[in-house]
């Protein structure tokens, strides 16, 4: 057996991160270790109940609330891609470097580890964890991120490409997004220069300067190449719900066959209401019957209900999924995972961030649709009564399904993070 060990994991309230990385966190105390979540002071109740010690950012960018009025990063605010990301590299990665930086360090002066295990947003940390040579690995808790040969550029949902412009489109917003990010270089080799550390040739090769990648997904749901780094380790999707959702019983008689449907979109703001309310518009009338979740960031008088609708705040998504036959969802990475896991198809409505490439692996994959989120009732209306009555959609998320509950691709994501102690170890 090994030997306890003492972990830091750096991260943030992005919302969907929240519960995977805890996930692993649990993981880890499960099997003797202990971890420290340096986060949020909105994330301590959530950790704690992962079983980890908690510290809180004290000069870092961070949110002191759940709703929309402690946001950080107010991407929402920001139609063009291109736009969001240099704003979000500005002012989120590059302006606060030298803070997550100095964060960092004092927790590791306060309370020093054997290991850093740090949220890919924040890049600053391995910084740190280079300066201390203390071993480290990337969390991921989403789809591969990085402009890689093979692999559509994040941000505008591309589909895989075919045939040489396919290819050129990728190379060009490949060049597009690295330059994007290299704006934040500048910030990143500064903060090295002063812990007397080289210098670096890009912000994306500071990203995966560090022992392990450890991917909180399935290589049989992301898209994959081989221009992708060696350290990648494949755990599977974490499935837990965050620790704020209410139980639920469900509001219909036993015995209803009308198909269950649920609607999630994100758990942190996104202007989602408008889109909610379609959503409820578009159910109302069909031969089925809907749980709403609208999450703590929109208001109950935001999103009325229907007959055949019920909305609540929030509700367990594994155990509802467990009924449904259809998920109307932003395809944020773990919505998506918990209903790919559970063969439920989907209905996508991407709102931005990450959640347009996720979406277009769902329908590369054969388990869903996609929408825009301007989509009308119609067309709303239309893609449910499609996924639902088409079996190919309920197919291709039922193989996901089998892959995912069979670990296809994936390793054990404790005995990675034991491994790269043992082998920093071993180097000295």
């Known amino acids: 057996m090994t030997a306890a060990k003492r972990y830091l994991l750096v991260t943030w309230d992005g919302g969907g991160n929240v519960p995977p990385e805890l996930a692993v966190c649990r993981k880890l105390i499960g099997r003797g270790h202990s971890v420290r979540v340096l986060g949020d002071p909105t994330m301590e109740s959530d950790a704690r109940a992962a079983g980890c ?67 890919f947003a924040i890049p600053a940390a391995l910084i740190v964890a280079e300066h201390w040579r203390l071993p480290s690995a990337i969390i991921n808790p989403q789809i591969w991120m990085i402009p890689t040969p093979g692999i559509p550029p994040l941000g505008p949902g591309f589909m895989p490409a075919r045939g040489p412009l396919g290819h050129l489109r990728d190379a060009l917003l490949r060049g597009i997004t690295t330059r994007l990010f290299n704006s934040a270089l500048p910030a990143l080799n500064a903060e090295r220069q002063a812990r007397g550390l080289a210098a670096i040739g890009s912000t994306h090769q500071q990203m995966l300067h560090t022992d392990c990648i450890l991917m909180l997904t399935t290589p049989a749901f992301d898209l994959t ?62 031969p089925v019957r809907a749980l709403v979740t609208r999450g703590p960031a929109v208001r109950p008088e935001e999103v009325p209900g229907a007959d055949n609708v019920t909305v609540v705040a929030t509700a367990p998504h594994g155990a509802v999924l467990r009924e449904a036959s259809l998920l109307v969802t932003h395809c944020g990475h773990g919505t998506t995972m918990k209903g790919l896991a559970a063969g439920v198809p989907l209905v996508c409505i991407p709102m931005g961030r990450d959640q ?17 989120p301007t989509a009308d009732v119609a067309a709303i209306r239309r893609a449910i009564e499609r996924v639902l009555q088409e079996p190919s959609y309920r197919a291709g998320a039922q193989r996901l399904a089998t892959a995912i509950r069979g670990g296809e691709g994936c390793v054990d994501a404790v005995a990675v993070l034991e491994a790269i102690i043992n082998a920093g170890r071993a180097a000295g």
């Open 356 to 372: 347009n490439d996720t979406a277009a692996r769902v329908v590369h994959r054969g388990a869903g649709v996609r929408l825009k």
């Open 53 to 119: 010690e908690f510290s809180s950012w004290t000069t870092a960018p961070h949110r002191t609330t759940r709703d929309r009025s402690g946001d950080v990063v107010r991407d929402y605010e920001w139609k063009n891609p291109l736009v969001m990301i240099r704003k979000y590299m500005r002012e989120f990665l590059a302006e606060p470097t030298p803070r997550w930086a100095a964060d960092v360090h004092a927790e590791l002066v306060a309370r020093p580890v054997d290991a850093l295990l740090a949220d």
């Open 225 to 286: 190449s081989p221009a992708m780094p060696p350290h990648i380790a494949w755990v599977g999707p974490q499935l837990d719900d965050p620790t704020w959702t209410e139980t639920w019983s469900s509001p219909w008689t036993a015995g209803d066959e009308r198909p269950l449907v649920l609607v999630g979109l994100s758990s942190t703001f996104q202007d989602q209401a408008i889109v909610l309310r379609r959503i409820v518009e578009a159910l109302t009338g069909l």
